[in-house]
């Protein structure tokens, strides 16, 4: 388990907006990382009637973000690049609003495709085993 100070500084999202708690695990094309963060009162997302569902693919996004900053620094690079969400596709949502009394998320995110100038992954947050949301994002790494 990778606590969030060994990868919250790898990142952008910083403060509340870093939505994370832990990695549970990651490889070269997949990661699980886990938080409580929906259950916040004060949660950035959060409406008058709670976290919407469609906010989750932000956690799918963020675990990617990880990802790619644990890869760059396993491979010895010395700067992580930043990257720009640029699409979702194929989101299924299976409810409308989380409920934070049923526990804590997990967020599995998986490598298809990355190169220099970009990557694609598919992502799923899930509660209790059971599939919140799940989609498709691609990230640009922008020219310097």
């Known amino acids: ?7 919250a500084s790898l990142i952008p999202h910083q403060g509340a907006m870093s939505l ?3 990695v549970l695990g990651w490889d070269e094309t997949s990661i699980h990382a ?4 929906h259950a916040l009162a004060e949660h950035p997302l959060r409406g008058s009637t709670g976290l919407h569902a469609v906010h ?8 990617m973000a990880v990802h790619g900053a644990l890869l ?5 690079a010395s700067d992580v690049r930043p990257g720009r969400l640029v699409s979702l ?3 299924s949502l299976s409810v409308e609003y989380v409920d934070p009394s049923l526990g804590r998320l997990d967020i599995h995110a998986e490598s298809l495709y990355a190169d220099s100038s970009g990557a694609q992954y ?5 509660q209790n085993g059971r ?7 691609a990230v640009i790494h922008p020219s310097l």
């Open 122 to 126: 598919a992502f799923r947050v899930e």
């Open 89 to 91: 596709r194929d989101v």
């Open 131 to 137: 599939a919140l949301v799940s989609g498709r994002a």
């Open 1 to 7: 388990m990778l606590a969030k100070t060994d990868w």
């Open 56 to 63: 989750l693919a932000e956690y799918g996004a963020q675990a």
């Open 34 to 37: 886990v938080t409580q963060s």
């Open 20 to 22: 994370l708690d832990d």
């Open 72 to 76: 760059a620094r396993e491979h010895g």
